[in-house]
T-cell receptor, first 114, second 116 residues
Framework: DQQVKQNSPSLSVQEGRISILNCDYT??????FLWYKKYPAEGPTFLIS?????DKNEDGRFTVFLNKSAKHLSLHIVPSQPGDSAVYFC?????????????FGTGTRLKVLA | GAVVSQHPSRVICKSGTSVKIECRSL??????MFWYRQFPKQSLMLMAT?????????EQGVEKDKFLINHASLTLSTLTVTSAHPEDSSFYIC????????????FGPGTRLTVL
């Protein structure tokens, strides 16, 4: 039972354009979400987070949107750069559980074309 | 800041031997450390959560006697794969979080284990 889903395994975007990565979750108890970026043979790097009390969080070129009713979040990268090419994971947690555990999606491989 | 290291980055061992992987937080005190396993083209699967000075909490289906976790200090956790078998071959990644920000995990670079 995949509680966090990233239905697009890959995405290609032209440099300078917007990249939109999507993530859906099924557990309504999830209330804190993270996006990570991962290069091959390396550990994930934290990008941005969002709590369920917000519907948007912005950090430079990265913006995360949360739609609680649809149980959907998305990561927008504007403008996309070739260095953004990596695998992006969304992760969800329940703050109420107090365990700080995350469930990760399967990742979306982003390729930014120069 | 928030750097996590893992050692070794790559290890090849014979079936039946034990392998120890170290995870260190270099510039912060890691109240909690997590161990994940990643199969090719799959998500990170949480294996266990460890808090400094206490026993690790294992996820369902993870054998605690096979994957021994020790979190002896606020900067070091170790994962020992005992009596390794070829099916244990995988990419093992640790992460660490501090008491100040328990919801942000900082990941190590991972360890590629190959069991022959």
């Amino acid at each position: 039972d995949q509680q966090v889903k990233q239905n697009s395994p890959s995405l290609s975007v032209q440099e300078g354009r917007i990249s939109i990565l999507n993530c859906d979750y099924t557990n309504s108890m999830f209330d804190y979400f993270l996006w990570y970026k991962k290069y091959p043979a390396e550990g994930p790097t934290f990008l941005i987070s969002i709590s369920s009390i917000k519907d948007k969080n912005e950090d430079g070129r990265f913006t995360v949107f949360l739609n609680k009713s649809a149980k959907h979040l998305s990561l927008h990268i504007v403008p996309s750069q070739p260095g953004d090419s990596a695998v992006y994971f969304c992760a969800a947690s329940s703050m109420a559980s107090g365990t700080y555990k995350y469930i990760f999606g399967t990742g979306t491989r982003l390729k930014v074309l120069a | 800041g928030a750097v996590v290291s893992q050692h070794p980055s790559r290890v090849i061992c014979k079936s039946g031997t034990s392998v120890k992987i170290e995870c260190r937080s270099l510039d912060f005190q890691a109240t909690t450390m997590f161990w994940y396993r990643q199969f090719p083209k799959q998500s990170l699967m949480l294996m266990a959560t460890s808090n400094e000075g206490s026993k690790a909490t294992y996820e369902q289906g993870v054998e605690k006697d096979k994957f021994l976790i020790n979190h002896a200090s606020l900067t070091l956790s170790t994962l020992t794969v005992t009596s390794a078998h070829p099916e244990d071959s995988s990419f093992y990644i640790c992460s660490a979080s501090s008491g100040k920000d328990p919801y942000t995990q900082y990941f190590g670079p991972g360890t590629r284990l190959t069991v022959l």
